[in-house]
């Protein structure tokens, strides 16, 4: 009896284990932004979406986000020059999509776009709850911070900015991702 409550113990332990690990995370991308479709009905905001793709330490992926963003600049230190403007990210949800057909799901918690007239490009930084997902990210949980810059492509007929190009990384520490998976990702 005695060594069946010790096996049962290795391995309840061993399984915790294998998930309960956090992983560091870097991953780079590039891609395009523009005003969404999808309203989020957030009062005096506008709505944006982003369509990236890219690789790193959970291997390559597609991320779509959409978000709302305030229509009216806000306080900021971070964004402070006379030719800035501070737009915060209130609501928000993202979905990278990997190789493995696995979905990670991703919240925004925080963070903003600095957008700098004179060098007419912006700066953004968001932070993402994970949320969960699909497939080797079923348990997953963490956070991840997105960084990135973004440069005007196309105007409008009154010469505002309406299609961007972005690059950038996404940093942060994901748990709940099996050990084998980590391993099958390495292979490919």
Avoid: W
């Avoid at 600095?114 to 997902?133: K, N, P, R, S, V």
């Avoid at 520490?173 to 050990?179: A, C, E, K």
Wanted: aromatic share 8%; proline share 4%.
């Amino acid at each position: 009896m005695k060594h069946i409550a010790t096996m049962t113990l290795m391995l309840n332990l061993g399984v915790a284990s294998v998930y309960a690990h956090d992983k560091p995370v870097t991953m780079t991308f590039s891609g395009t932004a523009a005003a969404s479709t999808v309203n989020l009905q957030q009062p005096n905001t506008n709505n944006s979406e982003e369509d990236l793709a890219g690789t790193g330490t959970l291997g390559a992926f597609t991320f779509r986000n959409i978000s709302a963003q305030t229509a009216s600049p806000q306080p900021s230190s971070a964004c402070s020059g006379p030719t800035q403007i501070y737009l915060l990210r209130v609501a928000g949800a993202g979905v990278f999509r990997f190789q493995d057909g696995s979905l990670l799901k991703v919240n925004i918690v925080g963070g903003g776009d600095c957008i700098d007239f004179a060098a007419l490009e912006a700066h953004c930084t968001l932070t993402f709850q994970i949320m969960g997902g699909t497939g080797r990210f079923k348990n997953a949980s963490g956070t991840l911070t997105f960084n990135e810059t973004g440069v005007p492509v196309l105007a409008d007929a009154l010469n505002n900015p309406v299609y961007f190009s972005e690059t950038g990384e996404f940093t942060g520490t994901i748990s709940g991702v099996s050990r084998e998976e980590d391993r099958e990702d390495k292979q490919q």
